[in-house]
């Protein structure tokens, strides 16, 4: 999801089987010699799909929620049949970029500043705090289809298929700063640290554990830091790593002079 970036259609996921479903658009023509572990499902076979409100979990939810693009077979095809690079989307656009990242360096590439929407810079905002959806609608005054649009289209800007990405491209690009915390940072160790980089997308898993690949005791280990650290969802994680600044990467240099501290 991450390699394919903006041209990412919905996905569906299911953390407790490790299965993810590629929504395609009808009537495509799909291209043979998927990899091993990729099942193409037969025209008509029925499927779990949940409400557009499930969007965690460990059982069936949406990952990616429809209404943002669709998804290329000829793409999917080829970033499951090669290297799996997390960087920029733009990495992508030909089929045999000049020079390729190696395996060794293949760390998310840093997000470029631009300007959010007015609209945007509020969802963001709230995003950050921890709020679910249908608490930045009542908030802001608007539907959760629009706040679900403008969430949706942060991930395209910035290549971030999931939540907790999605914050933190808002706060390494500078775009929004930390919300403040009254408190202290929990005593996190170097493996943490390294779980936090890669769920948020600054690192890949090649120097995780093996038993801490992002499979089911990934997600463990990300829920009990969620837990550890207080935060209320995800991108709420992300954003008090951010304020404790312990992961710099995440912090902008005009996010970090400017940043609000409580007594």
Known sequence: MTALGPRTGPVLANHTTLTWFFLLPPHTILPDGWPYGVRVMPQGRPIGVPPLTTIGGRDIHWAILPGGGSTSPTDLHRVLNGPLLLTAPAALAAA?????????ARAAAPVEPRPLTPAQREVGRRLLTGASDAQIAEELGRSVGTV?????????????????????????????????????????????????????????????RGELR??????????????????????????????????????????????EQLP
């Open 96 to 104: 045999a970029p000049p020079t390729a990242p190696s395996v060794a």
């Open 148 to 208: 679900r649009r403008h969430l949706a289209g942060i991930g395209r800007r910035f290549g971030a298929p999931t939540a907790a990405r999605k914050a933190a491209a808002l706060l390494a690009g500078g775009h929004l700063p930390p919300p403040p915390v009254q408190m202290l940072a929990p005593e996190l160790a170097p493996g943490d640290l390294a779980v936090l980089r890669v769920f948020a997308g600054l690192a890949t898993d090649d120097g995780l």
């Open 214 to 259: 992002p499979t089911g005791p990934f997600l463990d280990r990300v829920d009990e830091l969620r837990e550890r650290c207080g935060a209320r969802t995800d991108p709420h994680l992300i954003a008090l790593v951010a304020f404790w600044e312990l992961l710099p990467d995440l912090i902008a240099p005009a996010s970090a002079s400017g940043k």
